[in-house]
């Protein structure tokens, strides 16, 4: 059963720690992101990865940090850094051929800041 | 910059009829645009792409168009039913940038 899976699908986490969230794929994709979303804010990008041991800064980056070990798995650690983390964030991996690139998400975790 | 925009925010319909979703955005030199379902603490569910070289793709009741010149999509929902209650988004990618850029949605709902 092909897919993106994502864990804890909640989290919660005491201000002045970090905390890392997992995403793992199954459909070969060579890119990896995530994203994060707020109520009527839409989806901002934080960092996304086209290959293994490679990741680029997205639109919020800071207080996050990622790696890329394996081509299926893309775990995003959110830092004391970042100073409002509670929000819903979305993994996705995407496959790119020469005429489209198209993004599969998974189901999300929702982080909330105690 | 590019930017999306969906409008209206939100929008009720009665149950079998059809509607229309609008998408609009500014730079029209985009690789392809994906239409995008999400219901309430749920992930994304792609719905449609269109490739930049495509005017239009279809998917059951679902008919999603592209005219890049006036950069506008629209998603053509047929004999809506109350299961398709739910947060449609729009998002794009542009030449050279594998990144999606997307609107903030059109919450439908459905009244049966």
């Known amino acids: 059963d092909g897919g993106i899976t994502q864990s804890p699908k909640y989290l919660f986490r005491k201000e002045g720690q970090n905390v890392t969230l997992s995403c793992e794929q199954n459909l070969n994709h060579d890119a990896m992101y995530w994203y994060r979303q707020d109520p009527g804010q839409g989806l901002r990008l934080i960092y996304y990865s086209q290959i293994v041991n490679d990741f680029q800064k997205g639109d919020i980056a800071e207080g996050y940090s990622v790696s890329r070990e394996k081509k299926e798995s893309f775990p995003l650690t959110v830092t004391s850094a970042q100073k409002n983390p509670t929000a819903f964030y979305l993994c996705?991996?995407?496959?790119?051929?020469?005429?489209?690139?198209?993004?599969?998400f998974g189901p999300g975790t929702r982080l909330t800041v105690l | 910059k590019q930017e999306v925009t969906q409008i209206p925010a939100a929008l009720s319909v009665p149950e079998g009829e059809n509607l229309v979703l609008n998408c609009s955005f500014t730079?029209?030199?985009?690789?392809?645009l994906q239409w995008f379902r999400q219901d309430p603490g749920k992930g994304l569910t792609s719905l449609l792409l269109i490739q930049s070289s495509q005017r239009e793709q279809t998917s059951g009741r679902l008919n999603a168009s592209l005219d890049k010149s006036s950069g506008r999509s629209t998603l053509y929902i047929a004999a809506s039913q109350p299961g398709d209650s739910a947060t449609y988004l729009c998002?794009?990618?542009?030449?050279?940038?594998?990144?999606?850029?997307f609107g903030t949605g059109t919450r439908l709902t459905i009244i049966p």
């Open positions: 996705a991996s995407s496959i790119e051929t020469l005429s489209y690139n198209e993004q599969f």
């Open positions: 998002a794009v990618s542009n030449f050279g940038n594998e990144k999606l850029t």
């Open positions: 730079d029209s030199a985009i690789y392809n």
